[in-house]
């Protein structure tokens, strides 16, 4: 039983409360701030009304009477009972259930199979990956892994920018000044080469725009000859990014892009008419919503064209009835907040309370010193130009420390990849993040390579110790073991917290606080001694790959066994 449901169990046949559930008293239950308080609390407040005693009183009463073998101290510290759990005894109801589930430790069956569908990543075509999209990449490619161990299905959406004028202007420029062979070799930095030019040759010749503009309008009208070239740009682009993709280790379900819904935009406007939503400003078909304080949403501009709100529309229609989706969650950064907010206004003045599902998950900025990127400005920072120097910086780390390791390359990739990726999600998603190479693939602090190389230690001392298996925790008195205990226990709330909070940082800060733990523990005590709780320390460096190696996989990071 976990150690809160056990408390819990106590308590409910102490207090006698018909009313309340052992469910209703678990969600009570705390964890002290600091372990000398106990390790875990229970506030005595709302009892107060119900038994006519001051809180402090209740709590007296309870830790008088309250005992269990399993407790080695029970306290009252004023409004609050605190117990400490005998760590012998109580660890091996922990640690043994975590070598008996492995990989399934953690998981969670609340999702009930449910799909939630995840719209992320979502690069344009025809420009470079840039860190800006690692962003979206990861935090939803995470949020997608906490979701299904929480017992959810998911549908991972790469909504490709794949339509609008800028492929006018890029059909043009190709026209132009473009030479297939070059784009073959290298799509999107040979595109952007293009696209750029076209916009300084615009700014010479303000003629150009309109050429744009026209191809664009060939396009949108289904031009044979245009429609090819766009095809080829987007099948190009979309190669260079799925070798990205595979560097980091995710997958999409979809890549329907913004074109999927050039058919599938007419049942918006005619909706949004049919039910009398739809007025004119400035030529333009707009939706007013006074009423939530935001913007009118434009549907349409003074010339027919439809916009990013009516495709998204579009999308949020297509995906309830391809996927009935539980939820849509949708990972773009903070700046999209208040477009997203006047999409779900819309669909809610059509009827559609489903809308209520669709939530965005902002995110903060990727700086460079101190500064928002800026492609024009020079402030742009390749994501696979990072992959590769944070893969080449690994090897030399390993070469340094581990010059005879085998699949040297292969742990350097794993390592390297991962470094980017723990940089990023250890993160609160909210805040910007200063970019820093040097500072994500140090083993030392707070770093996606110091998790990694914990769990290869950990392994290496099972690796040492033989074939001693199959282990067992038969429990350890030493407080050094019972703090990696305790660190342990928290990890299917913490999973479950990380989902309710859309928070992959949670999970990042504690495989931080659990490595941290697991050191302390290695540097105190010798592991591998031939005494009769040896293999109860064993199974706990056991336990630990195992917690360490199912955090990093939720965070789409890999766990070498050697490094």
Request: net charge negative; glycine share 8%.
């Amino acid at each position: 039983m976990e150690l809160k449901s056990l408390f819990a169990h106590e308590l409910k046949s102490q207090l006698l409360l018909s009313d309340w559930s052992e469910n209703d008293i678990c969600d009570l239950i705390e964890t002290p701030k600091h372990s000398h308080l106990g390790d875990l609390a229970f506030p005595c407040f709302q009892l107060s009304k119900t038994l006519k005693k001051a809180p402090a009183r209740i709590a007296a009463d309870i830790a008088g009477s309250l005992s269990s073998p399993l407790f080695s101290k029970v306290e009252a510290v004023g409004p609050y009972v605190n117990i400490h759990f005998n760590g012998a005894k109580a660890g091996k109801e922990i640690v043994s259930d975590i070598l008996a589930k492995g990989e399934d430790y953690g998981t969670h069956t609340f999702g009930e199979n449910k799909t939630i569908v995840l719209d992320m990543s979502s690069p344009n075509i025809a420009k470079p990956f840039s860190m800006g999209h690692l962003r979206s990449t990861v935090i939803g490619n995470a949020i997608a892994t906490i979701a299904e161990k929480c017992g959810y299905a998911t549908e991972k959406i790469n909504y490709i920018g794949d339509w609008g004028t800028q492929f006018g202007k890029l059909i043009v420029a190709f026209k132009k000044w473009g030479e297939p062979d070059k784009v073959k070799e290298n799509p999107i930095a040979e595109l952007f080469v293009l696209y750029k030019k076209f916009h300084e040759e615009a700014e010479l010749d303000p003629s150009l725009e309109d050429e744009g503009r026209r191809a664009f309008k060939l396009l949108e009208d289904g031009d044979e000859e245009v429609t090819k070239l766009w095809r080829w740009f987007k099948d190009e682009s979309l190669e260079s990014f799925k070798k990205i993709y595979s560097l980091l280790g995710v997958g999409f379900d979809s890549y329907n892009g913004e074109a999927f819904f050039n058919d599938k935009m007419g049942e918006v406007v005619t909706l949004l008419q049919e039910q009398h939503l739809l007025e004119e400003s400035q030529g333009a078909q707009v939706v007013r919503m006074d009423e939530g304080n935001l913007p009118p949403c434009l549907i349409k501009k003074s010339d027919g064209a439809t916009l990013y709100a009516t495709r998204d529309l579009a999308a949020a229609l297509f995906r309830k009835r391809q996927y009935a989706f539980e939820e849509a969650l949708y990972i773009v950064g903070q700046e999209q907040t208040v477009h997203f907010k006047q999409v779900v206004n819309v669909l809610k003045k059509l009827g559609f309370n489903w809308a209520d599902e669709m939530k965005h998950i902002p995110f903060g900025l990727y700086l460079k010193d101190g500064k928002k990127m800026s492609t024009r400005k020079g402030r742009v920072i390749l994501l696979e130009e990072v992959l590769q120097e944070a893969i080449k910086m690994a090897e030399g780390n390993i070469k340094q420390k581990n010059p005879d390791l085998k699949n040297a390359h292969a742990v350097a990739r794993d390592v390297g990849v991962g470094a980017v990726l723990f940089h990023d999600l250890k993160n609160d998603r909210l805040n910007d993040i200063d970019f820093s190479l040097d500072h994500m693939l140090t083993f030392e602090g707070e770093t996606g390579p110091y998790i990694q190389y914990t769990y290869a230690r950990a392994q290496s001392l099972l690796r040492k110790a033989g074939d001693l298996h199959p282990l067992t925790f038969d429990g350890l008195d030493d407080a050094e073991s019972w703090e990696v205990v305790k660190q342990l226990r928290l990890f299917p709330e913490i999973i479950e917290r990380a989902w309710q909070h859309y928070a992959p940082s949670i999970i990042a800060k504690y495989l931080i606080d659990t490595a941290q733990s697991f050191n302390r523990y290695y540097g105190k005590t010798k592991i591998i001694s031939e005494d009769t709780q040896q293999s109860s320390r064993l199974a706990l460096v056991h336990a630990v790959g195992i917690v360490l190696a199912e955090g990093l996989r939720l965070l789409g990071m890999k766990s070498p066994s050697e490094m």
